[in-house]
């Protein structure tokens, strides 16, 4: 079936360390979204990509959508304790309209 | 505050019992999307409507249904539960449907407890 698979699923890093979560589908998205769910709390949007190798900047966050519109990154630069959370991509599938989430990856930070 | 509401917050039920959750969508918004989320699981997509009309459908058990309302709320209904239903269900919304406005911003869900 169509899935969107997200790696890893966990990652402990020092504070000052960067952190990169992949994703990937076996199918052609329309567009990918990342999304930050704080324990306890509820996803938030972050960013939506659209085109084809676009890449976009969040003050530390770069986010970047490959040439296929099948995978996608989230790197952190300098990780910080406010960081922490679990980071879900999710693509919208074209013209069906599920916007299919991964697994997430559950970031931890060490002061 | 994303402006998507769902109630109730908690909610603890017994084994084949039926309940109903409610979603409000962000002014505006005509997509409701419904996830099942597990202790440690990601989110599955369960249903979408748009404008009134099932859109898409993901892995959604029989014994749950959803329906979209004219003034656009939603209601996930789940019957017959089972232990292994207990989880967070969230309610998002969006703009759009299909290609734009897709960004979906979440409810704060509401928890289910099957004993």
């Known amino acids: 079936g169509q899935q969107v698979m997200q790696i890893p699923q966990y990652q402990h890093v020092q504070e000052g360390e960067d952190f990169t979560t992949y994703c990937n589908s076996s199918?052609?998205?329309?567009?990918i979204q990342w999304y930050k769910q704080r324990p306890g709390g509820h996803p938030v949007f972050l960013i939506q990509?659209?085109?084809?190798?676009e890449v976009k900047k969040q003050k530390r966050l770069t986010f970047q959508f490959g040439e296929a519109k099948k995978n996608s990154s989230l790197h952190i630069t300098a990780t910080q304790t406010t960081d922490v959370g679990t980071y879900f991509c999710?693509?919208?599938?074209?013209?069906?309209?599920?916007?299919?989430f991964g697994q997430g990856t559950t970031l931890q930070v060490k002061p | 505050d994303s402006g998507v509401t769902q109630t109730p917050k908690h909610l603890i039920t017994a084994t084949g019992q039926r309940v109903t959750l409610r979603c409000s969508p962000r002014?505006?918004?005509?997509?409701v999307y419904w996830y099942q989320q597990s202790l440690d699981q990601g989110l599955q997509f369960l249903i979408q409507?748009?404008?009134?009309?099932?859109?898409a459908k993901g892995n959604i058990l029989e014994r749950f249904s959803a329906q979209q309302f004219p003034d656009l709320h939603s209601e996930l209904n789940l019957s017959s539960l089972e232990l292994g239903d207990s989880a967070l269900y969230f309610c998002?919304?969006?703009?759009?449907?299909?290609?734009?406005?897709?960004?979906?911003?979440f409810g704060q869900g509401t928890r289910l407890t099957v004993v």
């Open positions: 998002a919304s969006s703009v759009g449907g299909d290609r734009v406005n897709t960004e979906a911003f």
């Open positions: 199918t052609t998205l329309s567009n």
């Open positions: 990509l659209v085109k084809s190798g």
């Open positions: 999710a693509g919208l599938l074209s013209n069906t309209g599920k916007l299919i």
């Open positions: 002014s505006g918004d005509l997509s």
């Open positions: 409507y748009y404008n009134g009309e099932e859109r």
